[in-house]
């Protein structure tokens, strides 16, 4: 994969300037930001675009979004990243309508990947059904569109995507009369549904039904609050591009009343009068009042709020909520004797997760706090250079996924963005 000029002209100015303001971080930079398009970007036979996750040969909506974001703000100018980047954009919209239900595809319809109880398809590697993988390609969809002004993007596949993302999010709103259904046998509880494949009952609240987390375990309350935040503005860039550019008046009034019935529900059920914290949000609930109060690592997170655009930082809500995340009554908050930060039930406990730390530092607006989470992430890559999927907390050499290229370009996002926000002067000592 030819890497385009422009990035690997970025890449050797991130390396440069944090040789002179943070000497430790200088050999990551240029490594992790080029990572997800050195190893993880490839141009099909029929001259599409495919990105895997990293060590899994599978294109994951959210990672490959994810994955790519740090590169938008650079393609104005490059037509070379433009292409790749509208070619990730097609090919998701392209997978998307393959099956709505579905996290993960194949490159082809070759039938690799997970064969579960539900219903197969040889273009899907996994079919875990999870709100925040249909939110990605509009996120980064509007995204390219409003940094690029370029809205070539917008094809009918793209139009037909939005179609497939509104039908399926109001269908679950009210799970009840879903026919999906996922069952994976043989298996650790976190890796199926229960009630026979159909997940927990919910009531109907006018969020939209996430069955599994972006960590891919199975949500314990139906209502996943941080993807349901993210889906409030997904259906707002939704409704701004089919007004703007499609000029689809009913479709836009089908994403706006969306995000208005999601939103009023995130706030009616989502929000829990905490005895030390004050108000805060709820990770999961079931409408019927039981709520599941912790944090992931993973993004969508209630920590990443402000940063996938649903409130402020400085919103008392989030102010709050990030308090408690931020601490041990967070069941999946660790410190250790090297670094401290947000986990995950998908991985070991006391470990903490990269990407964890970097969003606590993308969404802070103390320089202190920022500054002792760069340290962190400078101390605890084990010698490799690079960020893993998470990490012991007192012994960072023992890690899972050494190769997990979302963790990479969100920490060079990080690095990116500092050097832009006159965040070095005065140069750190």
Not at 60 to 76: F, G, N
Not at 206 to 225: A, E, Q, V
């Amino acid at each position: 994969m030819k890497i385009p000029e422009i990035l690997k002209k970025r890449a050797a100015e991130l390396e440069e300037f944090y040789s002179v303001h943070y000497e430790a971080l200088a050999p990551l930079a240029a490594k992790c930001f080029l990572n997800t398009m050195e190893t993880t970007v490839r141009q099909l036979e029929d001259g599409s675009y495919f990105v895997i996750t990293g060590d899994i040969p599978a294109m994951w909506l959210r990672d490959s979004a994810a994955q790519v974001r740090p590169y938008v703000k650079y393609a104005r100018e490059d037509e070379k990243l433009q292409e790749i980047l509208e070619g990730i954009i097609a090919k998701q919209a392209e997978l998307v309508c393959i099956d709505p239900y579905a996290n993960a595809f194949n490159e082809r319809a070759n039938g690799a990947g997970h064969k579960d109880d539900t219903v197969l398809n040889d273009y899907v590697w996994e079919r875990k059904y999870e709100v925040d993988s249909l939110c990605a390609p509009l996120y980064l969809g509007y995204l390219y569109w409003k940094t690029t002004g370029i809205d070539r993007i917008f094809t009918k596949g793209y139009y037909d995507m939005i179609e497939v993302i509104a039908d399926t999010f109001a269908t679950e709103q009210d799970h009840g009369k879903s026919d999906y259904f996922f069952r994976r046998r043989d298996t650790i509880e976190m890796d199926t549904l229960s009630n026979d494949g159909r997940g927990s009952a919910v009531k109907v609240t006018g969020m939209t039904w996430s069955g599994f987390r972006p960590s891919d375990d199975s949500c314990k309350f139906g209502y996943l609050i941080p993807s349901n935040m993210m889906a409030v503005k997904a259906m707002e860039y939704a409704e701004e591009i089919c007004r703007e550019y499609y000029k689809e008046e009913a479709l836009a009034a089908r994403c706006r009343t969306l995000s208005e019935a999601i939103r009023e529900g995130i706030e009616k059920y989502g929000v829990v009068n905490h005895p030390e914290y004050g108000k805060i949000y709820a990770y999961e609930t079931d409408g019927f009042g039981n709520h599941n109060l912790m944090d992931d690592a993973n993004s969508p997170s209630l920590l990443a709020m402000p940063y996938l655009g649903y409130c402020g930082r400085e919103d008392e809500l989030y102010r709050n909520t990030r308090r408690f995340i931020l601490s041990a009554d967070n069941p999946y908050y660790y410190e250790g004797t090297v670094a401290r930060g947000v986990g995950s039930p998908h991985t070991y406990k006391g470990y903490v997760w990269h990407i964890g730390i970097v969003m606590q530092a993308l969404t802070s607006g103390s320089r202190k706090e920022i500054l002792e989470c760069l340290d962190m992430l400078a101390e605890t890559h084990a010698g490799t250079g690079y960020m893993h999927e998470s990490f012991d907390a007192s012994e960072p050499e023992k890690y899972t996924r050494p190769w997990f290229a979302w963790a990479n370009t969100l920490f060079a996002e990080l690095l990116d963005q500092l050097t832009e926000d006159n965040f070095w002067e005065p140069v750190r000592e």
